[in-house]
């Protein structure tokens, strides 16, 4: 059963700073990885996709790095605003069969910026 | 472009009650939809997903139902609430399976 988890739980930055969020997952065998970012009381909006061929992508202030022989992908966010205070979720897509309709996601990354 | 729409945006109804939930997506034809639960403390779980009209997938048996019966419109539904379906449901959305999901703005359910 694929399991991701998300480290830490909550991060809190002053402005400016570059910074990191993590996701890991257990079955490495994925056929995509998403980053997501959610505001309180309103849905996900998607940051990034990154097909298992991929190594990473970039969109803006955001570079999504994966691993997947290592479980690991990583969220880039570069000079940090107050903007970007929110919810980071990551979601991994298995390969194959009715489970490829499917998303498992970590529980998330409480980012907070300080200005 | 395409966008995504659900309501209400927040619904309190006692244990027992019906519940009607709509999403519709707009901008795109025969789209895969799908309905995400989300709970304090909890990560997102699938509920249900629909490749074409008629077509429905449950993920967790449970007290909950969904329905497809246009191209473009997605109902979740229940006979008689419990207080665990309290939570916060999600509609989703994307062309092709491996695409990026996209979210509708989610409904705020709570159970009394």
């Known amino acids: 059963k694929q399991e991701v988890t998300q480290i830490p739980a909550a991060l809190s930055v002053p402005e400016g700073e570059n910074l990191v969020l993590n996701c890991s997952f257990t079955?490495?065998?994925?056929?995509?990885l998403q980053w997501f970012r959610q505001d309180p009381g309103k849905g996900l909006t998607s940051l990034l996709l990154?097909?298992?061929?991929?190594r990473e992508q970039t969109s803006g202030r955001l570079n999504a790095s994966l691993d997947k022989s290592s479980g690991r992908s990583t969220l880039y966010i570069a000079a940090s605003q107050p903007g970007d205070s929110a919810t980071y979720l990551c979601a991994v897509r298995l390969p194959r069969g009715g489970s490829n309709y499917k998303l498992t996601f970590g529980k998330g990354t409480l980012l907070t910026v300080n200005p | 472009s395409q966008t995504i729409h659900q309501w209400p945006a927040t619904l309190v109804q006692p244990v027992g009650s019906p519940l009607s939930l709509e999403c519709t997506v707009e901008?795109?034809?025969?789209?895969?939809l799908y309905w995400y639960r989300q709970a304090a403390g909890r990560g997102l779980q699938l509920l249900f997903y629909s490749v074409g009209i008629g077509q429905i997938s449950s993920e967790v048996p449970q007290n909950l139902s969904a329905s497809r019966p246009q191209d473009r419109q997605f109902i979740l539904s229940s006979k008689k609430l419990l207080l665990s379906d309290s939570g916060f449901y999600l509609c989703?959305?994307?062309?092709?399976?491996?695409?990026?999901?996209?979210f509708g703005n989610g409904t705020r359910l709570t159970v009394t």
């Open positions: 989703a959305w994307n062309p092709h399976r491996n695409s990026p999901l996209h």
């Open positions: 079955d490495s065998a994925i056929y995509n």
């Open positions: 990154i097909q298992s061929s991929q």
């Open positions: 901008g795109t034809s025969n789209p895969n």
